[in-house]
């Protein structure tokens, strides 16, 4: 076996190599979880953007902090970060979204509740090829100062639904009956940049699936 000598071995990766070498999508334009340095973020510096989160995700005003997703939970970067908030390809992260929030049950009932209750399946004006400027626009419109999506927080958004939310409001604690419970999480996905995505995502899947609509359809909004 031939073993390299000391001067021949290879460096260890950083962690920042490795961590952009497993999720290239984060380390681009769109998201760039990495530090000012290029590097991967000290733990002290993870500490104080999830502090700075969880009062408020915009950090630059009138645009949606995508870089929020670093800080989040890591299950959604193969998901909707990846194929939508990154590649703008809002069908495909439809998709993938769908197939995880089925898997994982009861996920999808909270996110099918979600669809239907804050008029996403009636929405016209969103498609596959709503692009992030047109989604900042309809957020605007939808969400006007004060108390914009601009101002939400991780905080806001209930952690533990046995904790937060009335048992009228969420049955059996797996899905939502009224527009008040969700309009954080409306919000909170104007403010991360996945609004868009999110209609297109209740659009391609829940809206269109029997089982969804015959238990969720009578909680949407009447017609603006």
Request: aromatic content about 12%; glycine content about 4%; overall charge negative.
């Amino acid at each position: 076996m031939a073993v390299p000598l000391v001067h021949d071995a290879q460096q260890p990766a950083s962690f920042s190599q490795v961590f952009c070498s497993e999720y290239p999508w984060l380390c681009g334009d769109k998201i760039d979880c990495r530090n000012s340095a290029g590097e991967a973020p000290s733990t002290e510096e993870i500490m104080q953007e999830k502090l700075r989160l969880w009062h408020q995700v915009v950090e630059t005003p009138g645009q949606p902090n995508e870089r929020s997703w670093c800080f989040a939970n890591p299950i959604y970067w193969d998901l909707v970060v990846k194929e939508c908030v990154a590649k703008g390809d809002l069908k495909t992260s439809a998709q993938v979204q769908f197939r995880f929030s089925v898997l994982n049950h009861p996920l999808d009932e909270m996110d099918a509740s979600y669809c239907f209750l804050w008029g996403h399946c009636q929405n016209e004006e969103v498609t596959s090829r709503t692009t992030r400027e047109e989604a900042i626009e309809m957020c605007n419109q939808i969400f006007p100062e004060p108390n914009s999506w601009q101002s939400v927080g991780f905080s806001d958004a209930p952690t533990n639904l046995s904790m937060d939310v009335s048992p009228r409001h969420v049955d059996s604690y797996t899905h939502f009956n009224t527009s008040d419970q969700v309009e954080i999480y409306a919000k909170l996905a104007c403010a991360q940049g996945n609004y868009h995505c999110d209609v297109v995502y209740c659009k391609e899947t829940y809206c269109q699936t029997e089982y969804y609509r015959q238990k969720y359809q009578h909680l949407s909004p009447k017609p603006r």
